[in-house]
């Protein structure tokens, strides 16, 4: 069991947990994400570490409120535990040598960016985050982003707050004012690090991005997260998360994130009744 430290809010759909986890904190590094159960009956869901304290022992995770196990893990509160916890899984992401780098971060993935936006800073890289949501109410870890960021540019679909646009606006922008980058760091909806990697493309600029597709094990052996990567099929869990952008094919991956969809609604709705009616008990 893990012991939930604490619990905040960070937009209407969006939450924060710090979980005590110390044997994972002391190895954690950005990029890296954990599998967690809420309950003996739940089910096994990977979330990306957002930050970690190998002295406080603590592991943080931010995750959107989507589906049947993210509403049952958000029921539960400071103090209270959940059932499992394991990690860290997947390969860190590569930082080394990388001197200048724009990190580009879109919803709810502007958590996993975080990390590897903050990892770079301290490493002494000259960082650009562009981050994208659609309206200012869904903005998330502002703060933490201004702090490690030599640029920190906010697009919002509606203008709200920043600019509005797509966060392609921005970087284009950016490219063509002159900014040469080691790398580009994509990390949100599959169709936005599409479109990020179409635009790098065009430039010759260095690609990675996050892939979260369906998983169970997290150890290679179920075949759920598997994609195809330069032609060859890759395990998002054990060759990644981390891939070069301009070889993944993100049709066949959204095609295939979209499988389970019904289900998943289903699922969510169920839950939702089984939580208000324990709260009428």
């Known amino acids: 069991m893990f012991k939930i430290v604490s619990k905040e809010s960070l937009n209407p759909t969006v939450s924060r947990m710090v979980i005590e986890a110390p044997e ?8 890296q994400f954990i599998i967690l159960r809420v309950d003996e009956e739940g089910e096994r869901i990977p979330l990306t570490i957002a930050d970690y304290d190998a002295s406080a022992g603590t592991v943080t995770i931010i995750y959107q409120i989507v589906g049947a196990t993210t509403k049952l893990l958000d029921s539960k509160s400071e103090g209270e535990y959940i059932q499992d916890f394991v990690g860290p899984l997947g390969k860190p992401t590569e930082t080394e040598g990388i001197k200048k780098v724009a990190v580009i971060g879109g919803g709810v993935g502007c958590a996993i960016a ?3 936006a903050k990892k770079l800073h301290e490493l002494g890289a000259e960082v650009h985050s562009v981050v ?19 640029k920190y540019l ?7 707050i920043g600019e509005k ?3 392609t606006d921005a970087l284009r922008k950016l490219i063509e004012s002159g900014e040469k980058y080691d790398e580009v760091i994509a990390i949100g909806p599959l169709i936005m ?8 493309k065009e430039f010759g600029i260095k690609t990675t991005v996050s892939m ?8 290679g052996m179920c075949g759920g997260c598997r994609l195809t990567v330069g032609g060859k099929v890759k395990f998002a869990c054990v060759d990644g998360p981390d891939f070069d952008g301009h070889e993944v094919d993100f049709d066949e991956a959204m095609e295939r994130g979209s499988m389970y969809k019904e289900f998943e609604r289903h699922r969510y709705e169920d839950t939702c009744n089984l939580l208000n009616k324990a709260e009428a008990n």
């Open 212 to 219: 979260n597709p369906i998983m169970i094990d997290g150890t």
């Open 165 to 167: 646009g797509l966060v």
């Open 24 to 31: 994972i904190a002391k190895k954690a590094q950005p990029g």
């Open 132 to 150: 994208g949501f659609r309206n200012k109410d869904l903005v998330i870890l502002s703060d933490e982003f201004t702090a490690c960021s030599d």
């Open 114 to 116: 975080l990390p590897v």
């Open 193 to 200: 690090m599409k479109f990020v990697c179409k635009l790098t």
């Open 154 to 160: 906010i697009m919002t679909d509606d203008g709200s």
